[in-house]
């Protein structure tokens, strides 16, 4: 019994926690394309009336039958939240990638103190080879696609793809409550599950902004004053 209270509190952390991601990225439309964000908003939403009332995996949890299989659920809600990461990612870069508080700290240095000198510093500051060697790889990445574009275009076409995945989760808890219609929601969960699968890994522009999102590396508030 403790165990099982103690998964089902993990698992409600976890939903919270990207539950929160979500509304601080669409919170913070400094960058994005109006037009990019106008076609995301109605799929968010959608997405936000349900997860605002706990979401998917709340729904399992009130049901007998769901509830043993409520990590589907938050599988999938993780899912649908990394969609919509990218998608506004997508939007948001459209233009080019703007330097991330990394990257902007590297240029000033660089800039002030010149390559040689500011590694100097890093070392003394306590970072690994390997650190400084990341820092300077992603450095490099970041000129080179500062100011790269994408086709508006190819990226309406991506929004496009994910419209139904998104309707199928919203959908989803309609049929909650229904004792004829559990077994056949869990199947629905773990199918969409393969359907977004499939869309994040063979989807041109998705991969693109994974791949992209990928070459960030981990650094935190404290890097420039030596912090770790």
């Not at 991601?21 to 997405?47: G, H, R, Y």
């Not at 390997?130 to 790269?148: E, L, M, P, T």
């Not at 869309?199 to 030596?226: Q, R």
Request: glycine share 4%.
């Amino acid at each position: 019994m403790f165990l099982y209270n103690w998964q089902t509190l993990q698992s409600k952390y976890l939903r919270i926690f990207s539950q929160s991601i979500l509304i601080v990225l669409f919170s913070s439309n400094t960058f994005a394309d109006p037009t990019c964000k106008e076609s995301i908003t109605p799929l968010l939403k959608s997405t936000n009336k349900v997860q605002l009332n706990g979401g998917l995996w709340e729904y399992f949890e009130k049901d007998t039958f769901l509830q043993k299989h409520s990590a589907e659920a938050i599988q999938l809600e993780s899912r649908i939240n990394k969609i919509f990461f990218t998608l506004n990612y997508l939007c948001e870069t459209q233009d080019g990638i703007p330097f991330n508080d990394l990257a902007t700290y590297l240029s000033q240095s660089i800039s002030k103190k010149g390559e040689v000198a500011f590694k100097a510093e890093l070392i003394t500051l306590g970072k690994t080879t390997q650190q400084i060697k990341n820092w300077f790889d992603f450095f490099k990445y970041a000129q080179s696609h500062r100011f790269r574009t994408l086709d508006s275009s190819l990226i309406q076409s991506t929004i496009n793809r994910s419209i139904p995945l998104i309707n199928n989760y919203t959908s989803m808890t309609k049929n909650i409550g229904h004792a004829k219609s559990t077994e056949s929601l869990f199947e629905k969960t773990r199918k969409l599950i393969s359907q977004i699968d499939t869309f994040l890994y063979t989807d041109p522009y998705i991969i693109k902004a994974l791949d992209e999102i990928s070459h960030v590396p981990y650094w935190d508030i404290n890097e420039s004053s030596g912090g770790s």
